[in-house]
């Protein structure tokens, strides 16, 4: 089966969200299934998967 790549925007394909770091001090916040980009994820051209992951709604 023969993959074409398709050009298109970041902006189109995640939620781009800034603002605030959840607290590493918090494990309430880490180790969920959503990727967290951060400056240490970009180490090719290409993020696969990111070194940390958070939860969409911690419990409180």
Known sequence: M????IKTTLSSCVKLQSGGTPSKNNP???G????WVSSKDFK???I???EDHIILCPAN
């Open 2 to 5: 023969k993959t074409q790549w």
């Open 28 to 30: 309430d916040y880490w």
């Open 32 to 35: 969920g299934d959503i990727p």
């Open 44 to 46: 090719s051209i290409r």
């Open 48 to 50: 696969y998967d990111t």
